[in-house]
């Protein structure tokens, strides 16, 4: 437990500093439902680790419900997400999520309805994802990746690109 209130100290302090709006970090844990998934999610991911999977799903419902972003329990997210406007998040049961990401409003990281087992995509470190991106299947996306609004990505992404489009198409290295 201890680990979890460090985790979501460390996700509210980042989300304070990333976000200009953000008065203080008293403002991201009151009133930032990007916040607020992420106490459900991670009490939601404790809980499924030790195999309470009706459990999890129920908190991750619940937390769907108040904030509008769906994250499955089954997930893996590292440190210091950064979920800005959030409405609208779909989140699969067998994503990844490295540390230090943002994803804004109305992203999906989910599946395409091909594959069994590994169904969805694994996100590496600082990914920022923009508004309305789909990323589906499970494809993987490097370190230090930006995702353009509303692209469409089915392929896997190398290291320190940008990626804008339908589909999904690089059109920066760094």
């Known amino acids: 437990m201890k680990k979890i209130l460090y985790e979501l100290y460390e996700d509210a302090k980042n989300i304070s500093n990333k976000d200009p709006a953000a008065k203080n970090i008293w403002y991201v844990i009151f009133l930032y439902q990007g916040f607020h998934i992420l106490i459900f999610y991670r009490i939601g991911h404790f809980l499924y680790k030790h195999k309470l999977y009706f459990l999890a799903r129920l908190i991750s419902q619940i937390a ?3 904030t509008g972003i769906e994250i499955h329990p089954g997930a893996k997210i590292g440190r210091r997400l950064f979920i800005d406007h959030g409405m609208g998040i779909v989140i699969g049961e067998t994503a990844s999520i ?72 690089i059109v920066e290295k760094v």
């Open 64 to 66: 769907r419900f108040l």
């Open 98 to 169: 490295g540390n230090d990401c943002t994803i804004y409003h109305g992203v999906t990281l989910g599946g395409t309805g091909k594959d069994k087992f590994k169904r969805h995509p694994d996100l590496g470190n600082n990914v920022m994802v923009g508004c309305g991106a789909k990323i589906l299947g499970p494809i993987k996306v490097g370190n230090n990746v930006k995702i353009g609004a509303n692209a469409v990505v089915t392929k896997s992404i190398e290291d320190n690109v940008t990626v804008v489009g339908i589909p999904g198409k």
